[in-house]
């Protein structure tokens, strides 16, 4: 069963660019040759951590987005735990997820849709004649107690 | 309203209902806006805990959770938002416990 992961790690912070670059591409070819479509690679850049990591306090941040089954992600997180370069990982499975923000989506995009349909309809037709009545008799229309007061 | 003011208990029956705290007879009188949730009114489906930047207004000073009922976010939502909060800590993006 394919699922949708999500993957953020922390790489050391003293690593050469080129270094994690590799490292990357080396953990990307893993997946696709275990069978794992890599949807999405996006490194972040270094950023500081919230709090100390090991003597780190600030890493590059890479996340990878992809479409696989336990197997491979059980084999991509035990690579990442031995080795040397990553400090912490995260696994997140979004498929879940994604499934539930299309729905809500789907289901606020269909009421906005209604909304519109029905809202000009009606108010369309009577709000025309009404402005034309305002316009006509103005003293009368706004304000209720005017006229009371004259009479 | 005049006849609170003699400080004494009245009846379960004329007792104003609700938590109607300006009637019930107090010297101060509170006015408390009602709280909303925020997720609710922007309309935000997604908690995620890549945006830290949304997280820490959810996070007090010492890095601990805000509770719903001072921010005010509905029970669904806080319940995503602590989740949220939680992975942020687990892979460094917010703190366990913020020092001084």
């Not at chain 1, 590799?22 to 500081?48: P, S």
């Not at chain 2, 300006?22 to 997720?39: I, L, N, P, T, W």
């Not at chain 2, 890549?50 to 207004?57: E, G, I, Q, Y």
Request: net charge positive; aromatic share 6%.
């Amino acid at each position: 069963m394919n699922r949708i992961y999500e993957e953020l790690f922390i790489v050391k912070p003293d690593a050469a660019e080129e270094e994690v670059d590799q490292y990357v591409e080396q953990l990307r070819t893993q997946l696709t040759t275990a069978g794992a479509t890599v949807d999405k690679v996006e490194k972040w850049g270094k950023r500081k951590l919230a709090y100390r990591v090991g003597k780190y306090r600030e890493g590059t941040y890479v996340l990878f987005q992809f479409t696989a089954d336990a197997s491979t992600v059980k084999e991509l997180e035990r690579r990442l735990r031995v080795s040397d370069l990553v400090l912490k990982f995260l696994t997140v499975r979004i498929d879940q997820t994604l499934k539930r923000l299309e729905k809500r989506k789907k289901q606020r995009d269909q009421r906005a849709a209604r909304r519109a349909a029905n809202a000009p309809a009606p108010a369309a037709a009577p709000a025309q004649p009404s402005i034309a009545q305002m316009m006509s008799e103005t003293p009368g229309a706004p304000m209720p107690g005017q006229p009371k007061g004259e009479a | 309203m005049a006849e609170t003011r003699g400080g004494r208990p009245i009846s379960a029956s004329q007792r104003p209902t609700g938590g109607d705290k300006a009637v019930a007879g107090q010297k101060k009188q509170y006015f408390r806006r009602k709280k909303v949730c925020r997720f609710c009114v922007e309309k935000i489906d997604d908690i995620n805990y890549k945006d830290v930047k949304m997280l820490h207004a959810f996070v007090a000073e010492r890095g601990k959770i805000v509770p719903r009922r001072i921010s005010g976010v509905c029970a669904p939502h806080q319940r995503r938002l602590t989740d949220a909060i939680k992975k942020a800590r687990n892979i460094a993006l917010l703190p366990f416990a913020a020092s001084y």
